[in-house]
């Protein structure tokens, strides 16, 4: 990761918005999933076309399906992709999910790092100790699996470790010292 001589670790200019400035909002690329989008339209497109000439019935229906619901899925998060985001505050950061929103404050914030298992690439963070804790089945599932905290998907255009680097940029930055 290459910085900059102003100390911006990752070369980003968004990280460089002051305390008292508008918040970042980070959302998924409008169309992140392009292919995804194509290939469900292709195979649902396939199933049809083995429906409409009777070849084989039961493939083409089960084809029409799943990639069609598929390609709704997929065209439905890029519809909704504000339900998505990611805000960055000078207090806190604001997780929204469409259903949930979780809030938390960079003052309670020892650190955040890459966790992944498999073909799963997460951001997540570990709260200081005495930080108030949810009490979420989610939230202590994650703590028994992962020792984190709280999780962010990669959906906001960022490598996994750019985020990462943006977020500790954020939380360093508008931190209170000695916190």
Request: charged letters at 20%.
């Amino acid at each position: 990761m290459t910085g900059d001589p102003t100390g911006d670790p990752t070369g980003d200019p968004a990280v460089a918005l002051g305390p008292g400035e508008a918040p970042l909002i980070l959302l998924p690329p409008r169309f992140e999933q392009w292919w995804a989008t194509a290939l469900a339209a292709l195979f649902a497109g396939l199933g049809l076309m083995i429906v409409i000439r009777d070849v084989e019935a039961v493939v083409g229906w089960l084809c029409l399906l799943f990639f069609g619901g598929g390609l709704l899925v997929v065209m439905g998060r890029s519809v909704f992709r504000r339900a998505f985001r990611l805000e960055l505050h000078p207090d806190r950061f604001i997780a929204f999910h469409p259903r949930r929103v979780s809030t938390v404050r960079w003052a309670d914030i020892e650190g955040f790092g890459v966790w992944g298992h498999g073909a799963t690439t997460l951001v997540g963070w570990q709260l200081r100790e005495g930080a108030e804790r949810s009490g979420s089945m989610l939230d202590r599932a994650n703590r028994a699996l992962s020792a984190l905290d709280g999780t962010l998907p990669s959906l906001y255009g960022f490598t996994p470790e750019g985020l990462v680097a943006l977020l500790e940029a954020w939380r360093l930055r508008d931190a209170p010292k000695g916190a």
